[in-house]
């Protein structure tokens, strides 16, 4: 059987997340309702969760079974090879990338986990992770980029755009990379890596998802679950497929690169420019407009006195709308 034909129907179960019936799977497909039959069951023989009904047709289960993501991924015909490491538990996913990037695992290893019990956030934080949530990893080995700062607003856009389609709703990122609703914080983004002289020799980009955890009370007023957002449990398994779809794309058009192309993206879901704005990096703040992105990712900010001032790190606090 055609390894295709079973990916084909994997990804339709998936994001439908309901029964799809033989008749209605054979007329998306165009494959005939017998090689439907014969492919699902090689799927279940292979160990998918594909429910079976007499009238309904076929449903994948367990959707939210982040155990059964390595099988389910290694199905999606993905151009960068993810190889995925799930873990029910752990300190942080970012170490164990780390470690497995420095002893030369390839472009695309994913560690993911269900649990974790030293989340590692930006700026030296510590990051929630219980269960629940999407917390993973991602290795890669851009050739051809410069700096990392891109390569988290590309990973910025690859969320964002993967939580709007799958849920349908409007997700904006502030810079550098969180993921808000309302302002409130639905994911964040960690970017780590290993520069020599003047080149990458690897970025392990952390994504953190507030998906069906709960969160701590005194969280409430800044963050957010999807599952507050959803009004009911979100599947992690697709959200996680089509994150690793939209990530793949992005990180594509930067090693093509499109770098210009991905900050446009970032722009157009940004909640931060056209904010006044104040940056606090250490004991440094800068106060002022936020105007622009420029090609290397930086934050551009336009101060009282008119100067233009590139900003690389720091949390940004959006003031009020210009
Ligand atoms: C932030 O401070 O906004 C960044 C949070 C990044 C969290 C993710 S969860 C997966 C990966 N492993 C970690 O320990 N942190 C990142």
Wanted: proline residues 3%; contains cysteine.
């Amino acid at each position: 059987m055609n390894e295709t034909k079973e990916s084909l129907i994997l990804k339709t179960l998936m994001e439908r997340n309901d029964y799809v019936s033989g008749q209605e799977l054979s007329k998306l497909l165009g494959i005939s309702r017998a090689t439907i039959n014969r492919s699902v069951k090689r799927l279940i023989s292979r160990g998918f969760p594909i429910e079976v009904h007499p009238r309904l047709g076929y449903r994948l289960s367990n959707l939210d079974d982040l155990s059964t993501a390595p099988r389910i991924v290694s199905m999606i015909p993905y151009k960068l090879r993810y190889n995925i490491y799930y873990v029910k538990r752990c300190s942080t996913t970012q170490e164990i990338a780390l470690s497995l990037a420095k002893a030369g695992a390839p472009d695309g290893t994913v560690v993911l986990a269900e649990e974790m019990e030293k989340g590692r956030g930006r700026l030296g934080r510590e990051w929630l992770a219980p269960s629940g949530g999407l917390w993973l990893s991602i290795i890669t080995r851009p050739t051809n980029i410069e700096n990392l700062q891109v390569m988290t607003l590309a990973t910025g856009v690859s969320v964002a755009k993967a939580i709007n389609s799958f849920l349908r709703l409007k997700a904006e990122l502030k810079w550098p990379n969180d993921v808000l609703f309302d302002g409130k914080k639905v994911a964040g983004i960690l970017t780590e890596g290993e520069i020599e002289a003047d080149y990458i020799r690897f970025v392990v980009v952390g994504i953190g998802i507030n998906v069906n955890n709960n969160l701590p009370a005194e969280l409430s007023s800044q963050a957010l679950t999807l599952k507050q957002l959803a009004g009911r449990v979100v599947p992690r398994i697709p959200l996680l497929v089509s994150i690793l779809a939209e990530f793949e794309r992005a990180y594509k058009m930067l090693l093509k690169g499109s770098s210009s192309a991905v900050i446009e993206e970032w722009k157009s879901l940004s909640a931060t420019l056209g904010k006044v704005v104040k940056v606090v990096y250490g004991n440094e703040e800068t106060v002022g407009k936020a105007v622009d992105i420029a090609d290397d990712g930086a934050l551009i900010i336009e101060t009282e006195k008119g100067t233009r001032k590139r900003v690389y790190a720091g949390d940004v606090i959006h003031i009020r709308e210009l």
